[in-house]
């Protein structure tokens, strides 16, 4: 248990669904982040949430859509993916700027078929 | 876009021996993070630095910070099968400290 919580671990979708991921921290971080990883890849970032004002969107395709209701809590709303956006979804939490680390969760795997 | 280079991509040792992991960029880093990651888990911190010439060390693990801030190396003395993993750098780089950039890391595997 790192502090912050993801899920679901595993998630299979079809390209037509429409799926949410869950993150929550009750670490007292104000910041809020989503990570793609893939293979052979370094991590992505995706969005970037502080004091739950979106401050980040490095140039992410809408069928990715995050939701962020407070400080600890942030989501991902996935629609229509692509078999391509088949990744690890890794949240992370920090506390002001990431100069002094992140906390991140376990991921979500997630498969599109 | 501030690159991080990471070396080597793969390494694998027998239980015992000494390994050294690099990370490199072009760029200063306004500080410097080393995780591990494991299989089917999220990376884990292991240290931060800072300061140009800067030296921390965890147990067996010891983390450079280059002078010039460009650059880190991890130094693993006597490896355990516990320490396999993969390694990841990332940089803080100038006033976008609320991002950090990640290599692609160094999978380390240690035989027993």
């Known amino acids: 248990e790192t502090g912050v919580t993801q899920t679901p671990r595993h998630l299979v979708m079809g390209m037509t669904n429409k799926k949410s991921l869950k993150c929550e921290q009750h670490?007292?971080?104000?910041?809020m982040y989503w990570y793609k990883q893939s293979a052979k890849k370094p991590l992505e970032l995706m969005f970037v949430y502080n004091f739950k004002e979106q401050t980040e969107n490095n140039s992410v395709p809408s069928r990715f859509s995050p939701e962020c209701p407070n400080s600890s809590h942030l989501f991902l709303h996935l629609h229509t993916l692509q078999p391509e956006d088949s990744a690890l979804y890794l949240c992370a939490s920090s506390q002001d700027t990431g100069n002094y680390g992140y906390t991140f969760g376990s991921g979500t795997r997630l498969t599109v078929v | 876009t501030q690159l991080l280079e990471q070396s080597p991509q793969f390494l694998s040792i027998q239980e015992g021996e000494n390994l050294t992991v690099y990370c490199n960029s072009s760029s200063v880093f306004s500080s410097l993070q080393w995780y591990r990651q494991e299989p089917g888990e999220g990376p884990v911190l292991l240290v931060t630095v800072v300061t140009g010439g800067e030296v921390k060390k965890l147990k067996r693990l010891t983390f450079q910070f280059g002078d010039a801030r460009k650059d880190s190396s991890l130094h693993i003395t006597a490896a355990q099968p516990g320490d396999t993993g993969l390694y990841l750098c990332a940089g803080a780089f100038g006033g976008s400290n609320y991002k950090l950039t990640f290599g692609k890391g160094t999978l380390l595997t240690v035989n027993p």
């Open positions: 670490l007292g971080h104000n910041a």
